[in-house]
């Protein structure tokens, strides 16, 4: 079974074999997708560093079913799918992140997920779409001026994945100097998710803050 062949090589954290089974099998693409509701969320995350890696390694010789996958991943992030896909919004940051060149179109889609989300489903996906603004980075800069003041809110937001995703995206597209007039970032040791290297860990606000301002992190 295809996706059972994918997530043992996300089990290995092998993206470049992901990468070869989706050269040879484009659905594989589609497994990939429907692993990012693995039960485990390590793999979750896999998967969506795994769909960027693939698509990159395909993007030269078949575009449109990147744009495919693309599209697919924005109709998953609404109810009229039958299936939200909750981190459709990182899966599709991480695709533009590796080919920025080919697929830059989707960056305002992405960045603007922040305004145009009804508040009740925000619940679940502010943080990841604070993720993935901070994962387009300076590429997604020319379309987050009208949205910085909504990240800047989430900095006091009682989530502390949100706070934590905020202080990430906001030194990522160039903000330092928001953060650095609120000190108290640096103190804030509350806990969130932090997916780096193909592993799942933890990492406390405080250490993101000090990442973004180039401070040591003790």
Known sequence: MLKRQVRALLVEANFAGVAEVVRERRRALGSLVALTFDRDPEIGWRAVEAMGVASAAIADEDPDAVRELLRRLVWLLS???GGVCWRAPEAMAEIVHRRPDLFADFVPIVVHLLQETAEEDLVHFRAGILWAIGRLGAVAVPHVEALVRAIVVALEHPDPQVRGMAVWALGQIGC????AERPKLVDD????EWYEGGALTER??????R???GAPVT
Do not use: C, G, K, P
Not at 204 to 209: E, F, L, M, S
């Open 204 to 209: 406390t606000v405080a250490v993101i803050a």
């Open 189 to 192: 040791h509350a806990r969130v």
């Open 176 to 179: 330092r100097d928001v953060l």
């Open 211 to 213: 990442r973004a301002l």
């Open 79 to 81: 109810e009229e799918s």
